[in-house]
């Protein structure tokens, strides 16, 4: 007899999608959909929700693994997924380069392109290719890639904490996140160039979401009376941040508030996410879900996806700048949305039954 299948959350599927979809139209710099996605209106973006619905499913993947089977076998399974995401980044800072030299062959240059990484591999390929190897040299997309590598190593400790006591796992967590940016010196860099994305920093919000899931955290803090309370607070914090955003700071100019989530980030993301979680536990994610399956199809293929997003946000991106020169176009604009989402889809529908065929093979 095979083991049941672990179940599937129609919320999370669709959460999941939709993040990779905002993902790839928010590198799309005449993207006209890039317009009313979440960094529009809220201090923090896409990053956030992937990283905590990246924690969340671990959580569920992890668990699932250790009941069907075994406790070992689930850490050799997330042992196996670093290796698979280290793979992936490597294919995806591969196709970053492989996409610049194409576009660059036929004279087509954009801001985004990582065409100094290029350069470098033009004139020092070993040097080049030894830096991607080593982490040291993270081509455009393909950066937050290693930090979920990092993650998926640090799984097997995480979670048996989360499960048992979380208290273990948020304390050391956040207090890691407040000593980030020092540590940050630490990783591997050309040059002394930062990481986009510190993994000390961000990795409290994967421990958040992998809490979440293993602890009654939202039903615990819903109960009346101070459940209320906590969700007026969070539409004052959404509030405050989309005010900030519209009025105050449209196009913030610090990457470093980014690359360490920052405190704004961080308090607006969950302020966010606790409505989220109100709209879950009241049914109307489930019924938004199952009206567009189109977009849980392409949640459930998420490492394939996010590495074919960057490839077509990139592609997309060089492509719009070079017709519109740059300038702002809603025709073509939302032509580009179009393409790059549609891209997207078919990459998630043509690839989805052949995943589906591998496991069968397996077990032949």
Known sequence: MTAARPVRYAELDFFRGLVLLVIVVDHIGGSILSRVTLHAYALCDAAEVFVFLGGFATAIAYN???????????????????????????????????????????????????????????????????????????????????????????????????????????????????????????????????????????????????????????????????GRLVTIAAVAIVAAGAYYRLRIEPFPTDPSIKQNLGAGRLVNFVAIAWLMARLVHLGWMKKVAHALPWIGTIGRQGLLCFVAGTGISLAVDSLLYEATDGYFDVPLGLAGDAAAIGLLYLVAKLVGPLMRRRPLRARR
């Open 64 to 226: 699932s693994l250790a009941e069907r089977h075994t406790e070992a076998a689930a850490r050799q399974r997330f042992v196996r997924r670093a290796l698979e995401i280290y793979r992936a980044f490597v294919v995806t800072a591969g196709l970053m380069l492989l996409i610049t030299a194409v576009l660059s062959a036929y004279a087509i240059d954009a801001p985004n392109m990582p065409t100094d990484d290029l350069d470098g591999l033009v004139h020092a390929p070993l040097a080049s290719l030894r830096d991607i190897l080593l982490l040291r040299r993270q081509p455009y997309l393909a950066s937050v890639l290693p930090m979920y590598a990092f993650f998926a190593l640090l799984v097997p400790l995480a979670l048996p904490l989360a499960r048992s006591r979380p208290w273990l796992l948020f304390v050391p967590s956040a207090l890691l996140w407040a000593a980030a940016p020092p540590v940050a010196r630490y990783l591997p860099t050309v040059d002394g160039t930062p990481w986009d994305f510190n993994p000390f920093a961000w990795q409290f919000l994967f421990a958040l979401g992998a809490i979440v899931r293993c602890q009654p955290v939202y039903p615990t803090l819903a109960r009346k009376p101070h």
